[in-house]
């Protein structure tokens, strides 16, 4: 009965936040209730039993919706992607697309021979599908990973017009700044 309520409670939740993502009116509140959106839908594979993919689902989207709206911060030219804006572009032309697809993967599920059940049920379905997900490719991912970090770190810096060295010196021991422009109170 408890789980019943749980995953009552977070199909309301998905679609909910779902729904917010496309009222809402600036990209970092659609962010953060895309993000929500997905911790709803990661909790029935919790439910499940799929405790691997359930974590892997809220670490993956609450790492990948924090670097987004870092980016929407660092780079937008609305500040921080909260002035009030429409996130909804070609309306006709999204409904269309939206409409068509729903219609096509309903059909799908029910003119697709599903394939029969082969073999026995394995004693630990969970492992199973974390190795055939992760197991060949975790050497790909860490790499992947390192690759995105660099890749932000990058950006970071070539943003930056100035440094601390340019600021402080080469050596890091000037006393003043040198700021083309003083700061401060007294400025």
Sequence with gaps: MAETVVFVVC???AVASG???FV???MARATFALLASFLFA???LLLLGLSYLGVLVVLM???EMMVMVVFMIMY???P???MPMSMLHNKVGALAVAIGTFAVLAAGVFLVPWPAREGAVPADPTLLLAEAIMGPH???MMLVGLVLFATMVASVVLSTPRGRYDRYGDDLRRARPDDPIDGGLGR
């Design 11 to 13: 199909a309301v939740g």
């Design 19 to 21: 729904v917010a993502v």
């Design 24 to 26: 809402l009116d600036s």
């Design 42 to 44: 990661a909790v029935p």
């Design 61 to 63: 989207m609450v790492m």
């Design 76 to 78: 937008m030219m609305n």
């Design 80 to 82: 921080a992607g909260l």
């Design 138 to 140: 975790m050497l790909v």
